[in-house]
Each structure stands twice: as structure tokens, then as C-alpha cells.
């Protein structure tokens, strides 16, 4: 069945870069997503990529795709304190409905000032 | 901005008894979701529901589980007869059927602790 698989935590310094990577089962998805989730909040979608696409830039974040691979990377530029939280990669279910995401775990994102 | 509010943030419940999580989505909204996380595992999808039927479930979403749009703006998961095992982080999603990519708008979530 498909599945999705991230890296649990990450550590960066502020004002450095930040690479949150995934790694996805099913080839056909058509979207895959990016959801931060700051301490008692819900899931925030940040940016989202369509399968088509290899590269996608919105202001500080870079969504980069590899479809061969199968791998989908979020990049934060000049990361702050306020970008610490938990970063979910999902994947739209193949033949699901609108909302049938399988997500991941879930990144913990930690910025040191 | 337009949010969608879920209700209690957290419930305490005995097992055995039935729960009922509720949900305000978005209003002008007409796709709707529960999705579960227990704790320190993934974010899992229950059902969508749209045209006030359901349109998809997932295998956890079994006859202990329903859900139900009562007026036009809350949306209820209820879950009957308690087990410890659903101890979990519920949230709540709306979408707008005419968003392409299904921008999926989530709740803050309900903490269901079941002792």
C-alpha cells in the first residue's frame, strides 16, 4: 500500500537553510503536500506541488520533486525561530477522494537562535 | 480568515461510553474530513463526506464510527462504545470542491483520551 516516510527531527541554526525530505511509495500520485503544524494548532497547508512539476518556489520555501526517486524535499531559506514546528509531507491517495491524504510522521523542525 | 473550530480541544472519556467530537467547517465549504493521529504515529485519514453522505472511509472507519451533518454548519463524528485504543488526536478538514488542488483547511484538533 502506499506510505510515506520522513526524517523525524531536524535541528538548524537560524538564518540557515533548512531541508525537510520525503520519500513516497505511490508513483501516480498526482499531489503531494507539505502541512506545518505549530504546538496546538492545526495542520497549515504551506505549499503543495503537482506531479507534473520538478520545482516549485514560494518566497523562503522550494518544493523539489524527484519523481524517479520518489522523493519530495522542502526547503526553508534564512529559517527563523517562528518556522519551528512539525512539517507533514502527504500524498493525495490514488483514486481518492479530495481529502484522502496519506501523510507521514511528521518532521520536527527546531531553529536555534 | 476563515478557520475551521473544533470542539472540546479535549475530552476525557470512560471506556465503553460514546463520544461525539464536533466540528464547525468553513462555510462555504462543502467537502468535509476526519482524520486521526495517535499518539507518535502518522496523521491518518477516517472519511470524507460530501452531499451529506459519505463519500469515502478508510478501514479504521468501522460501524463503531459515524458521521453526521445535523444543521448547516457543524459536523459530527461520533464514536460508539469507546475502546482504549482510540486514544488519539482527532481533527477536523473542509474543502472547497472548486479549489483544484483540494486545499484541505484542518481544525486545531480534539485530544480523545479514552481510560
Known amino acids: 500500500g502506499e506510505d510515506v516516510e520522513q526524517s523525524l527531527f531536524l535541528s538548524v541554526r537560524e538564518g540557515d537553510s533548512s531541508v525537510i525530505n520525503c520519500t513516497y511509495t505511490?508513483?501516480?500520485?498526482?499531489?503531494l503536500y507539505w502541512y506545518k503544524q505549530e504546538p496546538g494548532a492545526g495542520l497549515q497547508l504551506l505549499t503543495y506541488i503537482f506531479s507534473n512539476m520538478d520545482m516549485k518556489q514560494d518566497q523562503r520555501l522550494t518544493v523539489l520533486l524527484n519523481k524517479k526517486d520518489k522523493h519530495l524535499s522542502l526547503r526553508i531559506a534564512d529559517t527563523q525561530t517562528g518556522d519551528s514546528a512539525i512539517y507533514f509531507c502527504a500524498e493525495r491517495k490514488n483514486g481518492g477522494s479530495q481529502g484522502n491524504l496519506i501523510f507521514g510522521k511528521g518532521t520536527k523542525l527546531s531553529v536555534k537562535p | 480568515e476563515p478557520e475551521v473550530t473544533q470542539t472540546p480541544s479535549h475530552q476525557v472519556t470512560q471506556m465503553g461510553q460514546e463520544v461525539i467530537l464536533r466540528c464547525v467547517p468553513i462555510s462555504n465549504h462543502l467537502y468535509f474530513y476526519w482524520y486521526r493521529q495517535i499518539l507518535g504515529q502518522k496523521v491518518e485519514f477516517l472519511v470524507s463526506f460530501y452531499n451529506n453522505e459519505i463519500s469515502e472511509k478508510s478501514e479504521i472507519f468501522d460501524d463503531q464510527f459515524s458521521v453526521e451533518r445535523p444543521d448547516g454548519s457543524n459536523f459530527t463524528l461520533k464514536i460508539r462504545s469507546t475502546k482504549l485504543e482510540d486514544s488519539a488526536m482527532y481533527f477536523c478538514a473542509s474543502s472547497d470542491p472548486g479549489t483544484g488542488i483540494a486545499e484541505a483547511f484542518f481544525g486545531q484538533g480534539t485530544r480523545l483520551t479514552v481510560v
Open positions: 505511490d508513483s501516480s500520485s498526482t499531489y
